[in-house]
């Protein structure tokens, strides 16, 4: 095991050092416990062979190696499932959408006999592609082809301020 002191990697180079502060960051969250590192269980196993907690899914969770018995991963999996799909949902609305999630992500499914996951990974496809979407007639209605134009713009506009 790797001995972590004052939140630095001993005896490990920069890298493994920038590794650790990504990790320890926990910028590696999704809500979506199929695409979250963590895979929604709430905890991720480093090539550092060090134990990060998720933020997202991992409060409460016992860590991996202790001898917490009791704690009930498999309804916690399934709390995660409802919260991300809740989650979904939302997403879904705020861009617009009235209908029911299922009926709109189906297309998105790639198996005949899908699981939780694969129901939200239909879905998070599914909104992620509605989302861009809007992004693309906002920027039309500003005068641009599509909304990867209007950020190439406002790219180019930060880098002519920094430049004075």
């Known amino acids: 095991m790797v001995r972590v002191a004052r939140g ?16 320890r960051s ?15 269980c709430g905890w991720l196993a480093s090539d550092l062979d060090i134990w990060f907690q998720c933020p997202i899914h991992g409060e409460g969770v016992p ?43 189906r297309p998105f499914l790639k198996t005949a006999d899908p699981t939780a996951y694969d129901w939200l990974e239909a879905a998070q496809e599914y909104t992620d592609r509605l989302g861009a979407q809007v992004a693309d007639e906002a920027a039309r209605r500003q005068g641009y082809s599509c909304d990867l ?16």
Not at 8 to 23: H, I, K, N, P
């Open 149 to 164: 134009e209007r950020r190439w713009a406002d790219e180019a506009e930060r880098e002519r301020r920094e430049r004075g």
């Open 63 to 105: 860590h991996p190696e202790s001898e917490d018995d009791d704690f009930d991963h498999a309804a916690h999996r399934a709390r995660q499932r409802v919260l991300a799909w809740r989650g979904l949902q939302e997403d879904s609305q705020r861009l617009g959408r009235t209908g029911k999630l299922s009926v709109e992500c």
């Open 8 to 23: 630095l990697v001993e005896g490990m180079g920069s890298m493994s050092q920038a590794l650790y502060d990504g990790l």
């Open 26 to 40: 926990g910028q590696w969250a999704h809500p979506n416990p199929a695409i979250c590192e963590c895979g929604g």
